[in-house]
């Protein structure tokens, strides 16, 4: 790990002012992925700014959404009734998140902004764009069981790790960002970038903004929701593939519907065009099925991790069930 | 004493030590003036190293020296005997593998010399690297520990040809790196030309003799200390570079040092369970009774190094068969070299041949279980000599009634819990045991009290437990009064604790050393003299040893969930019934039952070491990539033990029993899930996308 400074502003402003100083620092709250990330020399910030102290940890209800302060710990909004309620797919995405030990540790801003597992970029012998910009993409023609087959380019096809993103995706989220400029808010479909040729560039935020907050909406059939995360071992583990759905159900017809995919994509993958086919549908595995195979419709296998393909759908169509039962 | 001490479930010795964080490891070794080493690993898998540039690494803050091929001391890496390794001791500039050690830089703290390690910058020249297990010439070694390599009983080719039924299938397992939870370590010491080291290994002598010859110095002037070592399973049996670097590196800065392998090198220079493909060709009459067994092995080998995965071994000596025929053959690879993992051969062997059996079973629609019995062996089929004990009968029996076998409908995807697939499958387990030659030195205080000494070590198995265990009966005293003492060089020598020969090997130099204590206290008139008792004692194998085959074997069992949707398995109970003849501990011999089957469900689930095809990068060097089973992955396996006397097998009347309990676990797993599925996995692991049908 390399040698960096450290500092503890009390305030955003504080914060965001240390980052002025400093264009390649990094902030950390819970610290499970810098830190992490430090240690195998892929990030080596020359100071780490702690927002601990910041007074962002709150989970209220607002209005129509659920006001998520940055440095809520993953367990305490897993565990908050209102979640659970109203949001069943957040509390499970975060349940079937990392292990008990983690999710006390990771924070709601933190989670958004966790970098990729894929294994190139972790490797700093290989290339990776993402890591090294212009270095190329080690992972094409590589090693693929883990790859995204949506959204990818010929730049990076490295799979976004989140299953928090993905509930958010189909929520369409609301992410509080601060910074020098002010105060904005950013859509959660506008929060994360294609890799295109800058897999660098993963969101939209401006150097040193802050996210200080995610509102949640309450979309009125969230409780009809879920999540179903697919992978290897039971438990302690990236997906495969993994599906956020909410289905506002009228007898056995679909009114409206949410969709995201997990595991498969570069960002977190909200399928408009499967949400598309389930409005006005039967509730049946034939609607689910087309669904699926319209959230897949642009996947792009290369090899090692074409099987992704029809996980992803039986993930999709299997979540779809569960929500409709 | 009214009640036996042997075979009691009594608690580990050393437990309280371990749970409160007292017992201390080879990490936890603290000596004045200590430094520390961190190993620079290669970035390429095949070339040489053009330049160094270490001058930023010089310069980085606490960093006493940087050790390259320029200036490492010379020593001798050559291997003194076939069975030993290669070493990497930066004594040139060629790269044979991903991960070889190409420098060692020395600090005074860890995290300084971990800074600094990242900042040498080395130039190499990158050849093309051969990963092509299919492609990569191959060759047939001479023998496969001490025994043919290739060999043939009656005509197992033509017996193929007319069998009725004929099975012939390929299994693959990959690649599969140990991850004991304490990685390899040295603490390297120099008083003029003699060496103390302290070290996380299963062999203390072993490295003695083997660390003599880098330095050129007499084994005597080498002292090795064991400490408590956190699982090996054989990735610490024999003496890697890392040794010989640490002690280089108290020579090059006259302190001694301490080098700890970090997790991701687990990956590196310290051995793997290779790859392997085996064609197992089975023929058999309509009722089931084999007519010949072919076992052909390809198992992945180093560039400059042999090491062979034995599959074959296990079909060799299972089954009542004619006509049979083995073959092992080795690829070339740039990977380091491969060595022992638990039940090395019989494992991996099971697998495949336990798969095959129940192939064979579908085929002509018998219950496995039945086709298992009607090839029943009385005698070891090859060697034809008797079993020193086999209950392996029982085994079958008592397993199949505890997991009520009976309810299996044969009829693969016929049995459901609620929408999820259910699957039973079995195997039979099987593993050799042998004893070698062993020594203690037994002392008998005035006080009443009695040290057994013996230079083995303790890796988890329970040997201060066990070993004090099997002197207090014999002693007829209180298991409190006898204390084990192991791990050091300076006692008396003690064999590798490897190949479920520990106990077989130890066990009987400490009965032999108790029975002969005991007969001289009475010969004193019960008395022991105020400057007590002490006597050397060893033991060998005798010519009765040859006379009996010693196996150890098992019957497995294991039923699975698998979701029809997302190919998702697990395994939601498992029972193995263990002939392992006497047993010395039930709960330590329990947990070395429980731990086998563990990583058994791991092979048939999770492991896979995944190399990256263009550069032999090893692309899961972590324990969050490479899988291995959570709590949540594993249900409580149940382990029966059928015991049964076994006078002929060594004076312990033990059978080693750290490997059988992973012999035939995946293959029990593999074929539970066809049964679930009615898709044959021939290809470990069973992952999902392979079940997507």
């Known amino acids: 790990m390399n040698p960096f400074r450290y500092a503890r502003p009390s305030s955003p402003s504080a914060a965001f002012t240390d980052f002025a100083g400093e264009r390649r620092a990094r902030y950390v709250a819970g610290g499970t992925n810098i830190l992490d990330l430090m240690k195998i020399e892929v990030e080596s910030p020359p100071l780490l700014i702690d927002i601990n102290a910041l007074a962002l940890a709150s989970i209220e209800v607002t209005g129509d959404a659920i006001h998520v302060g940055a440095l809520a710990r993953l367990t305490d909004v897993a565990e908050n009734e209102q979640v659970r309620t109203h949001l069943p797919l957040v509390a499970i995405a975060l349940e079937e998140s990392a292990s008990p030990q983690l999710r006390n540790m990771a924070t709601i801003g933190g989670n958004l902004l966790q970098r990729t597992r894929c294994p190139y970029f972790r490797d700093t012998a290989t290339p990776c764009n993402k890591r090294a910009p212009k270095s190329g993409c080690g992972a094409l023609g590589g090693e693929l069981r883990r790859e995204a087959v949506l959204g990818t380019s010929e730049h990076c096809i490295a799979t976004h790790a989140s299953d928090l993103a993905v509930a958010l995706a189909a929520l369409d989220a609301t992410v509080h960002v601060t910074g020098l400029s002010g105060n904005r808010e950013i859509a959660l479909h506008d929060f994360y970038r294609l890799p295109g040729d800058t897999p660098h560039v993963e969101t939209s935020l401006g150097p040193g903004e802050l996210i200080v907050a995610v509102s949640l909406p309450l979309l009125s059939y969230g409780a009809r929701s879920t999540y179903l995360k697919v992978r290897d071992r039971a438990q302690y583990d990236f997906a495969l593939a993994s599906a956020a759905v909410a289905l506002d159900l009228s007898g056995k017809t679909i009114r409206q519907a949410r969709v995201a995919l997990g595991g498969v994509a570069t960002i977190p993958w909200r399928s408009l065009q499967a949400e598309a086919l389930l409005r006005n549908a039967a509730a049946s595995r034939d609607t689910f099925e087309r669904a699926a195979d319209a959230a897949l419709a642009e996947a792009r296998g290369r090899g090692g991790n074409d099987y992704k393909i029809p996980l992803a759908k039986r993930t999709l169509v299997r979540a779809l069930e569960i929500a409709a039962a | ?693």
């Open chain 2, 1 to 693: 004493m009214s009640q036996p001490l042997v075979g009691a479930p009594h608690d580990r010795v050393e437990g309280p030590e371990k749970v409160t964080g007292e017992a201390r490891y080879t990490a936890d070794v603290v000596i004045e003036g200590l430094v520390h080493a961190a190993v620079v690993p290669s970035g390429i898998a095949n070339g040489r190293i053009v330049a160094v540039d270490d001058s930023e690494a010089r310069a980085a803050p606490g960093v006493i020296e940087v050790m390259t091929h320029h200036n490492a001391p010379r020593v001798s890496a050559a291997k003194p005997a076939d069975s030993d390794s290669l070493l990497f001791l930066l004594q040139n500039d060629r790269i044979e593998f991903d991960r070889q050690p190409i420098a060692v830089v020395i600090a005074q703290s860890l995290e300084e010399a971990t800074y600094a390690a990242q900042l040498l910058h080395v130039r190499y020249e990158a050849d093309h690297p051969e990963t092509n297990f299919d492609a990569a010439p191959r060759y047939v070694p001479k023998e496969i520990f001490g025994e043919p390599a290739t060999h043939q009983r009656g005509d197992p080719e033509k017996a193929f040809a007319t069998a009725p039924v004929r099975i012939e299938q390929t299994y693959r397992t990959p690649t599969e790196h140990h991850n004991p939870m304490e990685t390899h370590g040295t603490v390297a010491q120099w008083n003029g030309e003699h060496l103390t080291l302290h070290d996380s290994s299963q062999w203390a002598f072993g490295v003695q003799r083997r660390i003599a010859k880098v330095f050129g110095i007499d084994a005597e002037q080498v002292r090795v200390i064991v400490p408590y070592v956190g699982g090996a399973f054989g990735s610490k049996g024999q003496m890697w570079s890392h040794v010989a670097l640490a002690a280089m590196a108290a020579k090059l800065v006259g302190r001694p040092v301490k080098l700890i392998v970090t997790r991701p090198q687990m990956f590196g220079w310290v051995g793997h369970r290779p790859q392997t493909e085996q064609r197992v060709a089975l023929g058999a009459q309509r009722d089931g009774r084999l007519v010949c067994v072919t076992h052909d092995v390809l198992s992945e080998t180093s560039v400059s190094d042999e090491f062979v995965e034995p599959c074959a071994v296990f079909s060799r000596d299972l089954y009542a068969v004619e006509n049979y025929g083995m073959s092992h053959a080795l690829p070339r690879l740039n990977i380091s070299k491969p060595t022992y993992q638990r039940g090395p051969g019989e494992s991996t062997g099971s697998f495949a041949m336990e798969s095959a059996m129940d192939e064979l079973a579908y085929e002509i629609d018998i219950d496995p279980l039945e086709l298992r019995l009607r090839n029943y062996s009385e005698r070891q089929p090859d060697s034809g000599k008797p079993y020193s004990s086999k209950q392996l009968r029982q085994c079958y029996a008592r397993a199949a009634e505890r997991f009520d076998w009976g309810r299996r409908v044969p009829q693969p995807r016929s049995m459901n819990e609620g929408r999820l697939l259910l699957g039973l499958g079995m195997a039979t387990a099987s593993r050799n045991t042998h004893r070698t030659a062993a020594k203690v030195r037994i002392r008998a205080n005035s006080d009443g009290t009695v040290v057994v000494a013996c230079g083995t070590i303790e890796q988890g198995c329970g040997s201060p437990t066990v070993y004090a265990q099997l002197a207090s009966e014999i002693l007829e005293i209180p298991f409190e009064r006898v204390r084990f003492e192991f791990g050091d060089t300076n006692l008396p020598e003690a064999p590798l604790a490897a190949g479920s020969q520990t106990s077989g090997s130890v066990g009987s130099v400490v009965v032999k050393a108790a029975t002969w204590l005991r007969d001289k206290i009475a010969d004193l008139g019960g008395t022991i003299p105020p400057n007590g008792i002490v006597l050397d004692v060893a033991d060998e194998p005798g010519e009765n040893d040859e006379s009996y085959a010693t196996q150890a074997f098992g019957a497995q069992f294991a039923q699975v969930v698998v979701d029809p949707d997302t190919g998702e398995v697990r395994v939601v109970r498992f029972v193995g019934a263990f002939d392992g003849g006497r047993i010395l501990n039930a709960k330590t011999a329990n947990s070395q039952f429980v731990g086998g089957i563990v990583w058994g469900i791991s092979m048939a689930l999770f492991e896979k070491t995944r190399y990256d095809a263009r550069t032999a990068r090893i692309m899961n060097a972590n324990l969050s990539d490479y899988l291995v089973p959570t709590n949540a992955d594993i249900p409580n396996p149940e382990v029966i033990a059928i015991e049964a006397d076994d006078p002929h097998i060594n004076p312990a009347h033990v059978k080693g029993i750290g490997e059988v309990g992973i012999t035939g676990a995946a293959a029990a797993v593999a074929n539970a899930v066809y049964h679930a599925t009615g898709v044959r996995v021939r290809d470990l692991p069973i992952t999902p996308d392979k079940l997507l049908v």
